[in-house]
């Protein structure tokens, strides 16, 4: 099996909508989505993270980035990768160049490693020589991932009431 990245279109829409269910139905957060739980309209969503690609259109507050699909050999969309172009503040402590998730369905198939070796590989298409990922300590799997593409724990801080660590 493998993966490919690639950006979501509008003939995307109907798998997006089903991969977001997926993680509301089971309570799960949607890393690396780009809020893609705060819109009940998904063609808002694109639009917005169209714009968020570019510095020249990208939201205030926001760093330009590129959120992908992580597609499986058969169409089957497997996972969203955000990719920052850049940090800003927050995402330099807490949140790092890249975002990722994997829908339950899918995961312990090392679709987590092939999405982060390929957002890496399109990291350094931006010129990124240094790569911040950052997990949540309790989740051993991100850290694993992190770690199998020679993520070096840097430190931890405390974000609210939950320790992040910084790779």
């Not at 997926?22 to 739980?37: D, N, S, Y």
């Not at 724990?153 to 910084?166: A, G, S």
Request: glycine share 6%; with cysteine; net charge negative.
């Amino acid at each position: 099996m493998d993966l490919y990245l690639r950006a979501p279109t509008k003939d995307d829409l109907a798998a997006i909508e089903e991969y977001k269910a997926e993680f509301i139905c089971h309570g799960e957060v949607l890393h690396g989505c780009a809020c893609i739980q705060d819109y009940a309209d998904l063609a808002d969503w694109l639009d917005s993270i169209q714009k968020n690609a570019k510095e020249e259109t990208v939201a205030e507050g926001w760093v330009p980035s590129s959120t992908l699909l992580a597609i499986r050999e058969d169409g089957l969309l497997v996972g969203m990768i955000d990719i920052r172009h850049r940090l800003n503040d927050y995402l330099a402590q807490f949140g790092g160049h890249i975002g990722y998730s994997v829908r339950r369905s899918q995961r312990q198939k090392g679709c987590a490693t092939r999405m982060l070796q390929l957002g890496l590989d399109y990291a350094r298409s931006l010129n990124l020589e240094r790569v911040l990922i950052t997990c949540d300590k309790n989740n051993s799997a991100s850290a694993a991932t992190i770690l199998s593409q020679n993520g070096i724990l840097e430190n931890e801080v405390v974000e609210d009431d939950h320790l992040v660590q910084r790779y």
